[in-house]
């Protein structure tokens, strides 16, 4: 799982707020296809706070934006809701056909 936080900040003397959107990608495995990609984003989807996501399915992986941190066990859970896996490849190194489950954390700064 590799996660990015981006800091959008609005331009105009009466805007006080500043938004944090937070993309995290992760390795996903099973997928094949389209309805697979339909799944996976129609489940994922469902997750509070999650504003868009994107599934690269030769890649093997899904990127998720999201009004703040998602929770990777909400992520997991919406991905074995879809059918699939999602899998940590740093500890194997092998990407979307990983052989292990337990994504790991990366915090931008």
């Not at 469902?46 to 990127?63: E, H, L, N």
């Not at 703040?68 to 809701?81: D, G």
Request: net charge negative; aromatic share 2%.
């Amino acid at each position: 799982m590799n996660e990015e936080l981006t800091l959008a900040v609005p331009i105009g003397p009466l805007t006080k707020e500043i938004e944090l959107m937070t993309t995290t990608t992760y390795d996903v495995r099973g997928m094949t296809c389209n309805h697979c990609a339909a799944s996976v984003t129609a489940e994922v989807s469902t997750i509070p706070g999650v504003t868009d996501v994107a599934v690269d399915v030769p890649a093997g992986q899904v990127t998720i934006s999201s009004e703040a941190q998602v929770s990777a066990s909400a992520v997991k859970a919406a991905v074995a809701e879809a059918g699939y896996e999602v899998v940590d490849s740093s500890c194997c190194g092998t990407g979307a056909g990983a052989s292990c489950s337990s994504p790991s954390t990366v915090s931008a700064p």
